[in-house]
């Protein structure tokens, strides 16, 4: 199959995953084609086309939700962050391609085998000297503010013990995101109307939610890309 017609199959599956927020799938697609895919680096192209040919592919980060993500990288001037949570290595080569040549990316997440799936992208990227990948559940001991960014997207029912972590390593003024934090929009529905595979982690994510908007150690911005992107900077 060539390349084009790839990136074609690749698009029509997200579209019909869209795990995304907007109501009309066409419009999703037209930020998509407009202000998205025309300025995504070539290797995350690659490898979100790789990751689409996965059975969990719509675990990875959406690609509007990354473009932001990549913005915010470059704001801070992030060169040391954390990843909990990797997958295929998307938003991880996103990291990897934001931060300077000496920045450095610890990444943590249980399976190898799906970022063995980005790794060799990654590689050809020029930046696994960048990545740091750890195979484990546990955040590494680090000294308090070594870190200038945090991504996660793990075990949701673990999140609030992630931020109270996190809270520790990242520096004052260094941000924090954590990804799904709508859950496909079953936050905002009743109980019953949810699938119940899809349960224990929306009670978790609305428990973080309620918790999060009263931390008064950040600042929060809940964004509704992808599937809910909440968005914390440290501020003591």
């Known amino acids: ?14 579209l019909k995953h869209n795990k995304g927020l907007l109501q009309s799938i066409g419009l999703y697609e037209y930020i998509l084609e407009t202000s998205v895919y025309p300025r995504e680096p070539s290797p995350l192209k690659e490898l979100r086309i790789a990751t689409a040919n996965h059975t969990g592919f719509i675990m990875s980060t959406a690609p509007d939700a990354a473009q932001l993500m990549g913005m915010l990288l470059k704001l801070v001037n992030a060169k040391n962050t954390i990843e909990i949570g990797v997958y295929t290595g998307y938003s991880l080569l996103l990291t990897a391609l934001s ?3 000496d920045g450095k990316t610890i990444a943590i997440d249980v399976n190898r085998e799906t970022y063995e799936i980005g790794l060799p992208i990654i590689r050809k990227a020029g930046v696994e000297h960048k990545v740091n990948f750890i195979e484990s559940q546990a955040i590494p001991k680090k ?11 793990a075990d949701k029912d673990n999140y609030l013990n992630y931020h109270e972590r996190l809270l520790k390593l990242v520096k004052v003024g260094g941000l924090i995101i954590f990804d799904n934090t ?12 949810v699938s119940e595979d899809r349960r224990d982690s929306r009670r978790s994510i609305i428990e973080f939610n309620k918790s999060i908007s009263t931390d008064h150690r950040v ?11 909440t968005i914390c900077r440290r501020i003591c």
């Open 1 to 14: 199959m060539s390349l084009q017609n790839m990136e074609s199959r690749t698009k029509k599956s997200l």
């Open 99 to 101: 931060i300077p040549d």
């Open 143 to 153: 000294n308090e503010g070594s870190f200038d960014f945090a991504f996660v997207d």
């Open 182 to 193: 709508l859950w496909g929009g079953t936050v905002a529905r009743p109980e019953e109307a």
């Open 219 to 229: 600042e929060i911005s809940l964004a509704p890309l992808g599937d809910g992107m």
